[in-house]
């Protein structure tokens, strides 16, 4: 398959290294060659299975309307834009377009969302607060996970309201710990990712699933669908 990269930053540097692992042909489009998205012309899609972005949230709003625009496939890693869904979701569905996008493109932590809507549903009467520690230069606070966490317990039980905590340090990866606490006991609930390989890997199996599709998805809604 044929991937269009943008997004030169850590993860999006190891989302190249391992599409080309897994047999496929990478073209990276450099930021400074595609402010607004303009570089994402339909000549330059033309041939393309999917186009993976791992900008910033800045950015990811105008690629997003060139792609889809265009009728293309889009995997989107970058959060901090989730205001305009409705509108990329529009935009798929006008010019038959695929997206499919995520807060975190990790298994593992999809594994996690399910376990904390069990702990959500079980643990009445605790009081929740999530807590998520990632490497300084992340941009956004708190990070995406953390708030579809959050949105997991609350959608599971409407009755508790979980706080976040955010820290930034090192070159921390992503660590998000989930605290049910009781005036009896308290339960923890933690992922933490080694690397930012299990994101990137995600990334490129999420690109090899859209190819082809049509429709507008989040990844923890297929996630096991993955080859």
């Known amino acids: 398959m044929l991937f269009v990269i943008l997004g030169q930053g850590k993860t999006g540097k190891l989302v190249s290294d391992l599409a080309l692992e897994r047999g496929h042909t990478v073209r990276i489009v450099q930021e400074e060659d595609n402010e ?4 994402l012309t339909a000549d330059l899609l033309r041939g393309v299975d999917a186009v993976i972005d791992f900008t910033t949230p800045d950015a990811v709003v105008p690629n997003m309307r ?55 549903l079980a643990a009445q009467g ?29 959608t599971a039980n409407p009755t508790l309201q979980a706080e976040i905590s955010s820290v930034r340090e090192g ?19 933690r992922h933490e990712a080694f690397s930012r390989r299990g994101f990137a890997e995600g990334a490129v199996r999420a690109a ?18 993955l080859n």
């Open 36 to 39: 607004a998205g303009a570089a």
């Open 171 to 189: 070159d921390a990866a992503g660590i998000h710990v989930v605290e049910a606490r009781s005036k009896n006991d308290v339960i923890e609930l």
């Open 208 to 225: 090899e699933w859209v190819a082809g599709k049509t429709g507008c998805w989040d990844f923890r809604e297929i996630f096991e669908q």
């Open 66 to 120: 060139a792609v889809l625009g265009a009728g293309g496939r889009m995997v989107v890693g970058t959060t901090g834009w989730y205001g305009q869904l409705g509108e990329m979701r529009r935009l798929a569905e006008t010019h038959k377009a695929a997206l499919l996008y995520g807060t975190n493109f990790s298994v593992g932590v999809q594994v996690m969302y399910r376990v904390a809507k069990e702990l959500a």
């Open 126 to 154: 605790y009081t929740f607060h999530i807590t998520e520690t990632h490497h300084t230069s992340k941009k956004d606070a708190p990070s995406g996970t953390a708030l579809s966490i959050k949105q997991v317990l609350e």
